[in-house]
């Protein structure tokens, strides 16, 4: 037997219509001048310089800040998915190798995913770096890795990824709208040609 009074409930709350504070086409009329005025290339900082060892995220931000790589004022209380409480601040960042931009991602948390994509313990965390790592397992086998997501060797093949994304450059720029933020990756991404940005669902 269906239950029409809690259907009708539920169909009044998903039929409602979505009301955002800006339009689409606001969003992305200043893209251009945002990606401009963001520059990459010419913000970004060596990540061994302040992700490497064994400091945690508050020593981390505080060194951020002291180099004024962050401002304080970007930073705001939230909770992980795990119910931890965190300061962090949201936005998004680019991986660069010397000038040249090779992935943008976004976050609630941005130091917080530096650090799992460094430092993760899973391929659910460091997935930027598992990505690295199949490409690498493809030169040195000579084969695409065939296997499934769990059961690709975490030590020997991804590892070597983390180490090398530490070797790497890293841009920051805060972005508070939530779809700002995710337009802005999808646009930064094509912008700048990043070829491991992958925009295909699952």
Not at 120 to 132: D, E, F, M, R
Not at 160 to 174: I, N, S, T, V, Y
């Amino acid at each position: 037997m269906i239950d029409t009074k809690l259907e009708q409930k539920i169909l009044d709350i998903i039929t409602q219509k979505q009301v955002y504070k800006t339009s689409f086409s606001d969003l992305v009329s200043n893209f251009e001048n945002k990606l401009s005025g963001f520059n990459p290339s010419q913000k970004s900082f060596d990540l061994k310089n302040y992700f490497s060892g064994k400091k945690g995220q508050v020593a981390i931000t505080k060194h951020l800040i002291a180099d004024n790589l962050i401002e304080e004022k970007w930073l705001r209380d939230y909770a992980t998915k795990k119910g931890k409480k965190k300061k962090d601040f949201k936005g998004l960042y680019v991986f660069l190798y010397g000038d040249t931009p090779f992935y943008v991602g976004i976050s609630k948390g941005v130091i917080g995913r530096i650090q799992q994509h460094l430092k993760g313990h899973s391929h659910n965390q460091s997935t930027l770096a598992y990505n690295i790592g199949l490409i690498r397992y493809e030169i040195l086998k000579g084969e695409k890795y065939a296997g499934g997501r769990k059961h690709f060797d975490f030590k020997a093949d991804v590892t070597p990824a983390k180490e090398f994304l530490l070797r790497q450059k890293l841009a920051f720029l805060p972005i508070e709208n939530d779809e700002e933020m995710y337009l802005f990756e999808i646009y930064c991404a094509m912008s700048l040609q990043c070829w491991l940005n992958k925009f295909e669902t699952h």
